[in-house]
């Protein structure tokens, strides 16, 4: 399945390195394991998948948990849009970095997916703004991410 965040010529395309930068400032980098919001042990930049109290990386590792993280997710994604390649950098790594942070199974499911399959991208985008709480509450980091994110994504809207 094709990746539109690396080429082997060139190594990161622009939307590769769009979404290294936005979903790490998002996410920021701890390189020691800490509970999130939620309690789930993560470590590095969000990553939750095996992290276990006690567990420590250094700045190279995060950076590769990062990336295969991202071509990971990006793969399932792909999996749940209909053309994948018709939507703008902006707007895909919008999504990314929201199934990134929600899962790709919520991707999946989501009215977001639905819409952006249905050819409404605008649609798809403002959805973005509804995945603002873990645990049940409202997260004030996740606001401004989806605003980030829902941003990110209109400016790939024609």
């Known amino acids: ?38 309690g789930v042990p993560t470590v590095c930049f969000g990553e ?28 399932g994604m792909r999996k749940c849009m209909k ?11 919008a999504f990314l970095s929201f199934s990134y942070n929600v899962g790709v199974g919520a991707f999946c499911k989501s009215t977001l997916a639905k819409k952006l399959n249905a050819g409404d991208l605008r ?11 873990a645990g049940g509450r409202i997260i004030k980091g996740l606001v401004t991410r989806r605003a980030e994110e829902r941003k990110l994504c209109l400016e790939g809207v024609k």
């Open 48 to 75: 939750t998948r095996g992290v276990k109290m006690g567990d420590k990386y250094t700045m190279d590792e995060c950076r590769g948990m990062l990336g295969q993280a991202l071509v990971e997710f990006e793969t």
């Open 123 to 133: 649609g798809a985008c403002n959805e973005l703004p509804h995945w603002n709480t």
């Open 1 to 38: 399945m094709a990746s539109r965040l690396k080429n082997a010529a060139v190594g990161l395309t622009v939307a590769g390195s769009l979404a290294v930068g936005l979903i790490g400032g998002f996410e920021g980098v701890r390189t020691h394991a800490y509970r999130d919001v939620v």
């Open 83 to 93: 053309m994948p390649d018709a939507v703008p950098d902006k707007s895909y790594v």
